[in-house]
């Protein structure tokens, strides 16, 4: 599978078949690349998916850049997006530093930054590096928003959404995720952007879908958003098989003589009866 270009990506909008999944791993980036996805996500849910925070605020630039670089290694041909964490992008020259890390040294294709900071969108595009926006529920200022709620349920918060996602889009942002929005809000959000929408709990009328990888196959338990469908039980499988190999070492069922080496017993003939 080719890697998606920016106009190919582009290409995407009205056809609401643009798949993003994230992917924080060399095995997980390249599991997502062989069974064809169209976009990865570095995101900052790293944090709380693989690194135990509590929230998305604390993980760094640092992290986000070693699992960029894991991600790209395991997945060379897809378009790979990596977030700006939080306060990367406090003012355009700290978000133009940040995203030329991650670009150069972990190898990303775009970079995506929450709210509407049009400046930065714009210092970034004009210096060559594609954006993807992100409004609705934006995570790293969930506190602000007063917690992981739905977004633009009043006439004056979605007025200001579609504000926000027209302005981002103005400013040259290839996509805009539309996070925790009412689906009759982000529809209308997609019908009157020119690039393509990308939705995480914001019904089936955008452009695309993105989902938590730890969501989907069912391995992160400390809660369970309403817009994830879980197609695998993948914690109470690895449970069990966890489990099935501590049984097996604890009854001297594993190793095997199949798990094990032979050599030529001769070889330690001299050695019984040495003292060490």
Known sequence: MAKLTIPELKSRKGRGSLVMLTAYDYPTAKLAAEAGVDVLLVGDSL????????????????????????????????????DLPFLADATPERALAAA???????????VKLEGAKLEAVRVLVAAGVPVLGHVGLTPQTASSLGGYKVQGKTPEAAERLLADALALADAGVWGVVLEMVPAPLAALVTERLSVPTVGIGAGAATDGQVLVFHDLIGVFDRFKPKFVRRYLEGGALIREAIAAYAADVRSGAFPADEHGFAMDESALEGLYGKES
Do not use: I, Q
Not at 51 to 78: C, F, I, M, N, Q
Not at 100 to 110: F, T
């Open 100 to 110: 030329e890390r991650l670009v150069k040294e972990g190898g990303a294709d775009s």
């Open 47 to 82: 944090g709380m998916v693989v690194l135990g925070y509590d929230s998305t605020v604390p993980v760094t630039l640092e992290e986000v850049l070693h699992h960029t670089k894991a991600a790209r290694r395991g997945a060379p041909g897809v378009h790979l997006v990596a």
